[in-house]
């Protein structure tokens, strides 16, 4: 999914799931010119993830894990199973406009 600069990528949580990603990330920055801030970017699992793949990913992609991804666009990145509650403050902020 991609706005602007801003590319999130989602794949199956494994070490190929990884690969590929890196595989098409070096390829985009081939083709564009352009090159990842590695500063910025951040990955993130599913809660069932082996430990030893934590640091696989972190090898393979050079980028830090997060536990959240926190805002985007001032919307909760959602790190499970949505509820109700997951847009409260979305609700909130329409209701005061």
Do not use: W
Not at 79 to 84: C, F, P, Q
Request: hydrophobic content about 35%; some cysteine; glycine content about 6%.
């Amino acid at each position: 999914m991609s706005f602007a600069d801003d590319t999130l990528v989602f794949a199956k949580t494994s070490v190929d799931g990884c690969l590929k990603i890196k595989t098409v990330l070096d390829h985009y920055c081939r083709m564009s010119g352009q090159k990842i801030n590695f500063a910025k970017s951040f990955f993130q699992y599913t809660g069932n993830i082996f430990v030893t793949f934590k640091q696989d990913f972190k090898d393979v992609l050079r980028i830090k894990e997060a536990p959240t991804l926190g805002l985007y666009f001032g919307c909760p990145t959602i790190d499970g199973r949505l509820t109700k509650q997951s847009f409260n403050d979305i609700i909130t902020k329409t209701k005061n406009l």
